[in-house]
T-cell receptor, first 110, second 113 residues
């Protein structure tokens, strides 16, 4: 069935760039998303990219999509302590549902 | 502008008890979903609905029931609670078009003892 995979942990130094990677299996996924979950809260949509795009930039966030390899990444420039959270990659599947990865916990070192 | 509202925020149930998790949205979204999130894990879809009167099973529906009598409300019923149902439950909603993604509630943390 459809699957979305991402690494569980990432630690970066404050001020550096964070890159969170994700792979998905459904080649017909039309929309791909990044969600952010802060402690004790629900998931918040950060950004999304349509499958006919290679890149999308929104302030400190850059999303790169490699459709051939079914690989999605989220780059956070100038990472701050407020960026500490769990980041979920998600893909809109051909079964009309969004499939979520297990989340990447981003921690920031001073 | 409430978005998706879930109640209660926390609940402790004894094994065998039943309860209903409430979910209401005020965005006139057709689609609504229930997910559970186990510690350190991603989201698993329990049930979803594409409109009032229509519901369908997700990945992990056993032990749960839903109803969708109105566009706004999508309650999740747990019958005969078991320790395996200890989890955080999230309700979400969306327009039919997927470009907007889902709007999530803040979750209900349920412990079954």
């Amino acid at each position: 069935g459809e699957d979305v995979e991402q690494s569980l942990f990432l630690s970066v130094r404050e001020g550096d760039s964070s890159v969170i990677n994700c792979t998905y299996t459904d080649s017909s996924s039309t929309y791909l998303y990044w969600y952010k979950q802060e402690p004790g809260a629900g998931l918040q949509l950060l950004t999304y990219i349509f499958s006919n795009m290679d890149m999308k930039q929104d302030q400190r966030l850059t999303v790169l999509l490699n459709k051939k390899d079914k690989h999605l990444s989220l780059r956070i420039a100038d990472t701050q302590t407020g960026d500490s959270a769990i980041y979920f990659c998600a893909a809109y599947s051909s079964a009309s549902k969004i499939i979520f990865g297990s989340g990447t916990r981003l921690s920031i070192r001073p | 502008n409430a978005g998706v509202t879930q109640t209660p925020k926390f609940r402790i149930l004894k094994i065998g008890q039943s309860m209903t998790l409430q979910c209401t949205q005020d965005m006139n979204h057709n689609y609504m979903y229930w997910y559970r999130q186990d510690p350190g894990m991603g989201l698993k879809l329990i049930y979803y609905s594409v409109g009032a009167g229509i519901t369908d099973k997700g990945e992990v529906p056993n032990g749960y029931n839903v109803s969708r009598s109105t566009t706004e409300d999508f309650p999740l019923r747990l019958e005969l609670a078991a320790p395996s149902q200890t989890s955080v439950y999230f309700c979400a909603s969306s327009y039919a078009g997927q470009e907007y993604g889902y709007t999530f509630g803040s979750g209900t943390r349920l412990t079954v003892v």
